[in-house]
């Protein structure tokens, strides 16, 4: 029971008795009169038992009061009993030495806080509501935490510690002022000392310019970074004191949930030093600590120092976007996408993902375009040199026609055509890397076909290696061209000669393949079908991995320089792939090499696509043989025309020159003039060769024609599928073929001409 309800008590008592004694003598009633007497003296009696017991409590508070004040007196913080209207009951030593003198507790702590009376009112309430509270203030130089407790009869003991840096030279809790838009207007002595500098804005230290009240960031400190919690206390319009206080220690929670990410996670210091790294990033980078380890020896290929790109990234420039790096380390190629964002402070944050793949496919893709180019300059090349060699070894055929095998020069002039004919035949290998070889499809037996090329490649290896041929019994035709596949197989197996200087074993086997699901192997999908297979094997010294992916690029070699031309697996890759076929590469170093074929099978129905009507394979007249006729020879290249027209002249035609198409519309448009074949060549600047003829058979529909050209015989269906009567001589040929194939078509129109009973043309 409190004072207050005790002293109300005892005069309501009192009061009573009174009462009751005074209605005793104006009641007429006797008895009544004596029970109000003895009601009375029952009230009496109770009021002054509770006036005597109130003296020794009085004395008793009175000497708790002295003896909490005795208590207080000594304790360092400022300690004050005060009434519940904040009056100042009593203060301590260290109260008084701390406070102005005022006559209540508001006043007294002024000094300090900016709005002390709402703060008392507010820890008043919670006092008087569970007996005890307490509140921490931040001042300029710390902080207040300010404490009340109830210490009965109506007294409240109020307690003052001091936050702020004490004499041992600790620097306290960091505050900084904050003012609008988040300019730093002062920081105390203990945020100077975190922090090593001064910070002109909140946006030096976290996001934005405004700040969380309890929000934890990660900040740039002194010595790195850590993490703080952000306490935000208003200190007036458009102005708030903010404490930096440690935050709770949570990385235990924070590095399990980053070891079981599905993505590789690497912290890196601004200097490149790993800091940490997740499971998935230590398997990625097959790392079995992180200590010493920098970013900079595990990747390469930035194309600008490690060092610089992270320190862009410290600074805030180049955040989340990836760069692709090669992993130095690893055992095989792998290229990885390394994007970098901000993981707190100067640290950062690496996010990797394996690109390799992606690499694979833009490398591939840009080889495709690179052969795809030197492809075209290929047949580019073949095309012109075709030309060169028509006119050599057209000229050389001239010369030999006035010399005889006993003349001096004649021996000159025939090595001059045999080396014409070996130009040509790398022409070829460029034709058929850039696949527009003319190719003679027909049904073969590859077992026919590698046997009649057994002896001459018996000789090509030597004898220091054996060579042996392995067929399966029951061997489906293949569609090729044979002197193709007798080049391909020569060159596989002078490879295989060449990569065993030792001596060693080639073996050439062929083998049926019946695929019920496509098979995927080196970007390739064959289909399901049936298939023939020929596997050249050597027992060399094998191909490093990282040549295997390259030995098919056009001049690409591994030999000394002046050994090869880099020309040969590509012919083999050109050719296979013009059959429509499949051509794969298995090597071990120190092993051996395997190259595995393979072509689409053939029925023994099956028949060759319609090709091109090519001049056929005859008796070549010698030039005793004459003919007569008139040629209209139409071709740009000079020395071709040139040789031509001699050449035909000598066998008794008669010939008419023109350069371009234009040029030879202009002679026919005499309608006096009969021609009776057009040889022209198809590439030609301005007009094309099919393009001036199918004019020229609006007026001429009979006149029979013989294209030439430097490019492929496959050409013809492509730009003169739709003009009749015409065959393909191919560049470079020799003045032989030029008559046998003038003297063909010739006999073939006046075979036609006699059929039908044409009349005899004018001007023969």
């Given at each position: ?312 990234a410290a600074e805030g420039r180049g955040l989340n976007r990836p760069e692709f790096l090669r992993l130095s380390r690893a055992r095989e190629e792998t290229f990885l996408q390394v994007a970098l964002t901000r993981g ?243 090597s071990e170093v120190g092993k051996g090499t395997t190259f595995k074929l393979i072509f689409p099978a053939q029925s023994a129905t099956a028949r060759r696509d319609a090709a091109p009507a090519a001049i056929p394979a ?147």
């Open positions: 029971m409190t004072a207050r309800s005790r002293i109300a008590h005892w005069a309501a008592a009192l009061l009573a008795g009174v009462t009751c004694f005074v209605v005793s003598v104006l009641v007429p009633d006797r008895t009544l009169s004596v029970a109000l007497i003895s009601a009375g003296a029952v009230f009496t009696f109770s009021g002054a038992l509770l006036g005597l017991w109130r003296l020794p409590a009085r004395r008793r508070a009175a000497s708790a009061n002295v003896t909490l004040e005795a208590l207080l007196a000594d304790d360092p913080a400022p300690c004050l009993l005060c009434t519940s209207d904040f009056a100042l009951h009593f203060a301590n030593d260290a109260a008084r030495r701390n406070f102005a003198a005022d006559a209540s507790l508001p006043g007294l702590l002024r000094g300090r806080l900016a709005h002390p009376a709402a703060l008392l009112q507010r820890l008043g309430e919670e006092v008087a509501r569970s007996g005890r509270a307490s509140e921490d203030v931040i001042v300029g130089d710390g902080a207040l935490r300010v404490t009340g407790r109830d210490a009965g009869d109506g007294l409240t003991l109020w307690r003052v510690e001091d936050f702020s840096a004490p004499p041992t030279g600790e620097a306290g809790v960091p505050t900084l002022a904050v003012g609008r838009k988040g300019a730093v207007l002062a920081m105390n002595t203990a945020a100077r000392a975190l922090l090593g500098r001064r910070v002109r804005a909140l946006s030096e230290l976290i996001p934005g310019d405004a700040v969380k009240d309890g929000a934890i960031h990660d900040i740039p400190v002194a010595t790195g970074t850590a993490r703080y919690e952000f306490r935000s206390i208003s200190a007036g319009p458009g102005r708030s004191e903010i404490a930096l206080l440690p935050a709770p220690d949570t990385g235990a929670v924070s590095d399990i949930l980053l070891e079981t990410l599905p993505i590789a996670l690497l912290k890196v210091a601004a200097d490149g030093a790993i800091l940490a790294a997740n499971r998935e990033a230590r398997a990625l980078l097959e790392l079995d600590g992180i200590d010493g380890v920098r970013l900079g020896m595990l990747f390469e290929g930035l194309g600008r120092p490690i060092a610089d790109w992270l320190s862009d707190g402070g100067l640290d950062l944050i690496a996010v990797m993902t394996d690109a390799t793949e992606l690499k694979t496919l833009e490398a591939q893709f840009v080889q495709s375009q690179k052969m795809q180019a030197i492809g075209q300059l290929a047949g580019g090349i073949a095309h012109d040199f075709n030309n060169l060699l028509t006119a050599i070894s057209g000229h050389c055929d001239l010369l030999l026609l006035r010399h005889t095998r006993g003349d001096q020069d004649y021996d000159d002039l025939v090595q001059i055509n045999q080396n014409a004919n070996r130009a040509a035949a790398l022409v070829g290998q460029l034709l058929a890397f850039s696949r527009k070889q003319p190719m003679k499809a027909e049904l073969l037996d590859l077992r026919e076909t590698l046997s009649d090329l057994t002896h001459l490649l018996n000789r090509l290896v030597g004898a220091q290696i054996t060579l042996e041929l392995r067929h399966e019994p029951a061997l489906p035709a293949i569609r090729g061209d044979r002197r193709q596949l007798e080049q391909v197989m020569m060159n596989l197996v002078v490879n295989a000669r060449d990569a065993m200087p030792e001596g060693g074993r080639i073996l050439v086997e062929t083998e049926r393949l019946t695929l019920s699901a496509p098979l995927r192997r080196d970007r390739a999908m064959v289909e399901p079908g049936d298939y023939v297979v020929v596997k050249v094997t050597d027992t060399g010294t094998g191909i490093p991995p990282d040549q295997v992916r390259k030995v098919f690029e056009p001049f690409y070699t591994t030999k000394r320089s002046g050994e090869g031309t880099g020309l040969g697996l590509s012919t083999v890759y050109g050719i296979i792939k013009q059959t429509g076929g499949f051509i794969f590469l298995d005859r008796k070549i007249r010698d030039a005793a043989d004459a003919a007569e006729g008139v040629v209209l020879i139409v071709e740009d290249e000079a020395p071709v025309r040139a040789f031509a027209a001699r050449g035909l002249r000598l066998k008794g035609l008669t010939v008419i020159e023109a350069d371009s198409g234009e040029a030879a519309l202009d002679i026919l448009s005499d309608p006096g003039l009969s021609v009776d074949l057009i040889v022209s060549d198809m590439i030609m600047p301005g007009l094309d060769g099919p393009t001036w003829v199918r004019q020229a058979r609006e007026d001429r529909p009979e006149t029979g024609v013989i294209f030439v050209s430097g490019y492929a015989a496959d050409s013809l269906g492509d730009s003169a599928g739709d003009v009749g009567n015409a065959t393909f001589l191919q560049k470079p040929f020799s003045l032989n073929q030029l008559a046998q194939a003038v003297h063909d078509r010739l006999r073939d129109e006046d075979g036609a001409m006699a059929d039908d009973q044409a009349p005899v043309r004018s001007g023969r």
